[in-house]
């Protein structure tokens, strides 16, 4: 079963069957996604912190999943965490690793799910790429963040392979509205032998 889900993971592009994975997947996804060395929660956590102005201000963990990344930039050093996912059944996981302040779920009909300016930082962790949320997702979180806010997110290979993601992402970089402060390519999943990019930019 582990196969399928990941090859589902990566075929999907509709957010309705998106959501529909994610929540058929969410009982098995902790053992299988450890089973195969997750890694990008940690490097993200890390780097995030070193960067963090205020680690104690609230951070918000958007596509947090089962709480794999809460669990992550807890351990990192942040203090006060809120996540927001699609998935219902993800969101039951992470409530019950008690990391977070406050779980909400996504609407995805929504073209601005995150109160304008209400978070200084935000990460996005294996969430923004092929068969999970579209490349706009970046414009999404960084139209939430006030000047100076941090965005912590990664590509892995599969969205790497796709030249709209880090289009998106370059789209911030080349006018001057966002400073890339971090870029790092590293293990993501090595039981599937995929890598991903983690990025730390500021909102110019």
């Known amino acids: ?94 409530r019950r690793k008690a990391v977070y302040r406050n779980l909400t779920p996504i609407d995805l009909s929504d073209p601005a799910p995150i109160p304008a300016g209400a978070y200084q930082a935000i990460t996005c962790i294996g969430v923004i790429g092929t068969g999970a949320a579209p490349a706009s997702t970046l414009d999404l979180v960084m139209r939430a963040l006030p000047k100076g806010g941090l965005l912590g997110f990664s590509l892995n290979d599969h969205a790497l392979a796709d030249p709209q993601y880090e289009g998106a992402l370059n789209g911030w970089l080349d006018c001057g509205a966002a400073r890339l402060l971090f870029r790092e390519h590293g293990p993501h999943l090595p039981g599937q032998n995929i890598k991903s990019t983690v990025y730390i930019i500021e909102k110019a």
């Open 1 to 94: 079963m582990q196969d399928s889900f990941f090859d589902k993971a990566y075929a999907t592009a509709d957010p309705d069957e998106t959501r529909a994975l994610y929540d058929a997947w969410a009982a098995s996804y902790d053992a299988e996604i450890a089973a195969n060395g997750y890694a990008t929660p940690g490097r993200v956590a890390e780097a995030m912190f070193r960067f963090a102005k205020s680690p104690e201000a609230p951070l918000l963990d958007y596509g947090c999943g089962t709480g794999l990344s809460g669990l992550a930039l807890k351990l990192a050093g942040f203090g006060t965490l809120d996540g927001m996912d699609p998935s219902h059944e993800m969101l039951d996981g992470a």
